[in-house]
């Protein structure tokens, strides 16, 4: 009886299991590569149009996150400072320094290159459209800036300290007694839980023997910031959600 295919056929399942192969390849490859912090930025340091030194407005001169990033107790995300918030101060100090001449343009109407355009910063976080992330939410309930932006304060450019992936928030909604400090330490990037405890003897009080009620947590040798963290999430009924509809939305 004759062959109803022709004989290249006979290699078919093969050539189809060599590109099932390669494809999976591909799928594994971009996964990972995508899955690792080197996708999410970690280290990006971008050139801005004035270079802002957090370093010297924050731990020198003592200024506080919220006086430039104004609505990030009230907002889902942190504004960048207008123009007008720079000017407050720099209409007084350094005013003729050639690297503010973005900010005069921006807002000096008695400079002669005025044009009233906004500063162009260049952003350094951002989420994805499909995550959704809400920072007044995380900073009422005593999530500093520093666990996600790292040491800002100590920075002469701001770069992008952490990775910000999903495996990184998850870490933190399962473990949140190690982020989580008082809300009056939230702004305080020098914060130290163990300095806390020591120089707020009734709440350190309060804090071991909220531990020595519980039988699983006294027998764990947990860290100064752990035992707040635990009583602080228990006091405050934080109960951080690990499903998928909790950031995509």
């Not at 305080?188 to 071991?208: C, F, G, I, P, T």
Request: proline share 6%; glycine share 4%; with cysteine.
């Amino acid at each position: 009886m004759a062959n109803f295919f022709p004989r290249w056929t006979n290699y078919t399942p093969l050539k189809l299991a060599i590109c099932a192969g390669i494809a999976g390849v591909g799928l594994v490859a971009a996964f990972t590569y995508y899955a690792t912090p080197k996708a999410q930025r970690v280290g990006y340091m971008p050139s801005q149009p004035i270079p802002y030194n957090h370093e010297l407005h924050v731990q020198q001169l003592g200024l506080d996150c919220r006086y430039c990033h104004s609505f990030v107790e009230s907002s889902g995300h942190a504004n960048v400072p207008s123009a007008n918030t720079c000017w407050n101060c720099h209409q007084h100090v350094k005013t003729d320094s050639p690297k503010l001449e973005p900010l005069r343009k921006a807002i000096d109407k008695n400079y002669e290159n005025y044009d009233g355009k906004p500063i162009e910063w260049v952003r350094v976080h951002s989420a994805p459209d499909y995550a959704y992330f809400n920072h007044s939410a995380h900073v009422n309930r005593g999530v500093s800036c520093e666990s996600c932006h790292g040491d800002v304060h100590e920075m002469e450019e701001v770069y992008h300290a952490e990775s910000l992936s999903m495996g990184f928030c998850l870490d933190c909604h399962r473990n949140p007694e190690k982020h989580v400090r008082p809300l009056e330490e939230v702004y305080n990037l020098d914060y130290d839980a163990e300095e806390y405890l020591e120089e707020n003897k009734e709440v350190a009080d309060v804090v071991n023997a909220f531990i020595a009620e519980n039988d699983e947590l006294k027998r764990k040798r947990l860290s100064s910031q752990e035992k707040l963290g635990h009583y602080l999430v228990d006091h405050w009924n934080v109960q951080p959600k690990e499903s998928c509809s909790t950031c995509h939305r």
